[in-house]
């Protein structure tokens, strides 16, 4: 039976139409899927077919515990599934764009996996004007990490024992510097999936699972510019700002659009200084983008 050929394994490396899979002996190699499916991430648990000594068919995908994911209106793009912690990187110089902080964490608010804030590069510029930014989502309760990962990683690494973390953030912010720091041979270790893949390089479009110790894993994802939402309906849009929790349901209308409308509790409470008017900004920005002003 076709059953009893399938090998277990987890999906360490993803290159477009290609993928890295680790078995459970710990043998690298390279693997498609059938017909145009592409949707498989790092992180993902699969049955595989084996092709050849190093290359294989992914047969079946194991369900998720979590999904991190981008989309437009055209299509999805998935970052990292089975993680249990988003780690958004930051960084003091280049500044970076609090727009798509606020994305990475509601995407991480509707995936229900932990988001953890660090800021890098606290080295080469003063942080102050920017942990102020960030004072308004330290307030939120999440948590905000100063970092200096050219000379000191160990802060970071409290925050990742024992978790599935993926690493996302905009070009420019030291992600790669981070796992270089995490794992120093992470480059050759790149090099040689790249190998198994016979992609010949380390592409950028490319996504990497490495074992921290047997009870931690880091994801590091491609650079983002853009972080789309569009598979939030509005109610999960809503839901993923967590200030506004214990305001939904009490506006006057039921339809409420928290832009205008009288007797918005969102909006009460953004004059009693309960809600930041900068997120509520970004949340009325949203819903005007998505194209879903009305329920």
């Known amino acids: 039976m076709v059953e009893q ?14 993928y890295g899979v680790e078995l459970q002996d710990g043998t690298q ?22 092709t050849d000594t190093l290359e294989g068919v992914v047969e079946k995908l194991h369900p998720r515990s979590s999904l991190l994911f981008r989309s437009n209106a055209y299509k999805t793009k998935t ?11 930051l960084a003091t110089t280049p500044s970076f764009y609090e727009a798509l902080l606020n994305r990475c964490l509601i995407a991480a608010e509707a995936a229900g996996i932990r988001p953890v804030i660090v800021l890098n590069k606290c080295d080469l510029a003063d942080n102050s004007d920017a942990m ?9 309760g999440y948590q905000v990490q100063p970092l200096s990962a050219k000379q000191d990683i160990s802060p970071l690494k409290q925050w990742l024992k024992g978790q599935v973390s993926v690493l996302v953030g ?41 074992h921290l110790d047997s ?47 009288p007797d918005c509790a969102i909006i009460g409470a953004v004059e009693d200084g309960k809600i930041s008017p900068v997120r509520l900004a970004y949340y009325q920005g949203l819903t005007q983008e998505l194209g879903k002003p009305d329920y």
């Open 5 to 18: 050929l399938l090998k277990q394994g987890q999906v360490i490396a993803s290159y477009g139409k290609r």
């Open 29 to 50: 190699i390279s693997c498609v899927t059938r017909g145009k499916r592409n949707d498989l991430a790092c992180g993902d648990q699969v049955e595989v077919k084996m």
């Open 79 to 89: 970052l990292a599934s089975n993680v249990t912690q988003v780690i958004i990187v």
């Open 132 to 140: 102020k930014l960030l004072q308004v989502y330290q307030d939120l």
């Open 170 to 210: 905009q070009s420019g912010m030291g992600k790669s510097t981070i796992v270089n720091a995490l794992l120093p041979d992470s480059a050759v270790r790149t090099q040689e999936v790249s190998e198994v893949l016979d992609s010949g390089k380390h592409t950028t479009t490319a996504a990497h699972l490495y």
């Open 215 to 261: 009870t931690s894993d880091l994801i590091d994802s491609p650079g983002l510019q853009e972080f789309g939402l569009n598979h939030l309906n509005i109610e999960q849009l809503e839901h993923a700002f967590i200030e506004f929790r214990p305001y939904l349901g009490k506006c006057r209308f039921n339809n409420c659009k928290h832009t205008h409308e």
